[in-house]
């Protein structure tokens, strides 16, 4: 009975692209986040300043 030796390429091949999958959703949350911030920034801005100008 012979035995197999394990696949020697595909474990480090899932292993990587399991990795640049995770960084790459943490790379989206992030800067996703920070948009969002700066978005809501902008807006609030925009409105103290139709607020200030309605006076």
Not at 30 to 50: G, L, V, W
Request: zero cysteines.
């Amino acid at each position: 009975m012979s035995k197999k030796a394990p696949n020697k390429v595909l474990a480090p091949i899932v292993i990587a692209g399991i990795t640049i999958g995770f960084l790459a959703s943490a790379y989206k949350f992030i800067f996703a986040a920070k948009q969002r911030t700066e978005i809501e920034h902008e807006d609030s801005m925009i409105e103290k300043n139709d607020h200030e100008s309605e006076k």
